[in-house]
């Protein structure tokens, strides 16, 4: 079955400053999806930005981007520049078919406090 | 705005009741997900529906049951209610439900919730 980890229960940091969220996954599929969701006060899920697993190249959205390690079964955000609205709950998401069919398997979420 | 609407927004109900929870997904999404976020358990799957069609099942209880109409929409109904399922239930749609053409779009839009609180 596919599990994803996230292993920071919370993260903090400076307004304007760089901030990386860790996520590992485990699976046995070769084609997949990873994700990253924003869930803010609000509790709206907000995708961020998305990898395909076939992609070798690093995905990118403005100030938000991923290191996907294929063979480490890692996939880290980066946000750089932080703002205030950036403070949410951030959920890792993996993608595929085969066995799991479309659902998305989320990691435990790791809450995001930027500091003024 | 997602383009997935749930409804209601919130709803109390009391133990051992029966509610039913509604989505209209994206204009033309074909795939529906339900998934419920309680504060200790994350976001869990509980059910996928594919045109129509169950296509995957996750933890769902059995006391819940979902069923997508002709017209795509969604329904989720929680029967026989325990203070334990007050959560917040989301609804997803996305085009693609089928694995064998997961190079088309494949995220997940996802509606507001429905805050469900089981007194």
């Known amino acids: 079955a596919q599990t994803v980890t996230q292993s920071q229960p919370e993260m903090s940091v400076q307004e304007a400053e760089t901030v990386t969220l860790s996520c590992t996954y485990d699976t046995s599929e070769s084609d997949y999806y990873l994700f990253w969701y924003k869930q803010p006060p609000s509790r709206q899920m907000i995708l961020v930005i998305r990898?395909?697993?076939?992609?070798?190249q690093n995905a990118t959205e403005n100030r938000f981007s991923v290191n996907f390690q294929k063979a480490a079964k890692s996939f880290s955000l980066k946000i750089s520049d932080s703002q205030l609205g950036d403070a949410a709950m951030y959920f890792c998401?993996?993608?595929?078919?085969?066995?799991?069919?479309?659902?998305?398997?989320f990691g435990q979420g790791t809450i995001l406090t930027v500091h003024p | 705005d997602s383009g997935v609407t749930q409804t209601p927004k919130h709803l109390i109900t009391a133990t051992g009741q029966r509610v039913t929870l509604r989505c209209s997904p994206r204009s033309g999404d074909l795939s529906v997900y339900w998934y419920q976020q309680s504060l200790d358990q994350g976001l869990q799957f509980l059910i996928q529906?594919?045109?129509?069609?169950?296509?995957a099942k996750g933890n769902i209880l059995e006391r819940f049951s979902a069923q997508q109409f002709p017209d795509l929409h969604s329904e989720l109904n929680l029967s026989s209610l325990e203070l334990g399922d007050s959560a917040l239930y989301f609804c997803?749609?996305?085009?693609?439900?089928?694995?064998?053409?997961?190079?088309?779009?494949?995220?997940?839009?996802f509606g507001q919730g429905t805050r469900l609180t089981v007194v």
């Open positions: 990898q395909e697993a076939y992609k070798q």
């Open positions: 529906y594919y045109n129509g069609e169950e296509r």
């Open positions: 997803a749609s996305s085009v693609d439900g089928q694995g064998a053409t997961l190079r088309v779009n494949a995220e997940a839009f």
């Open positions: 998401a993996y993608y595929a078919g085969g066995t799991s069919y479309g659902k998305l398997t």
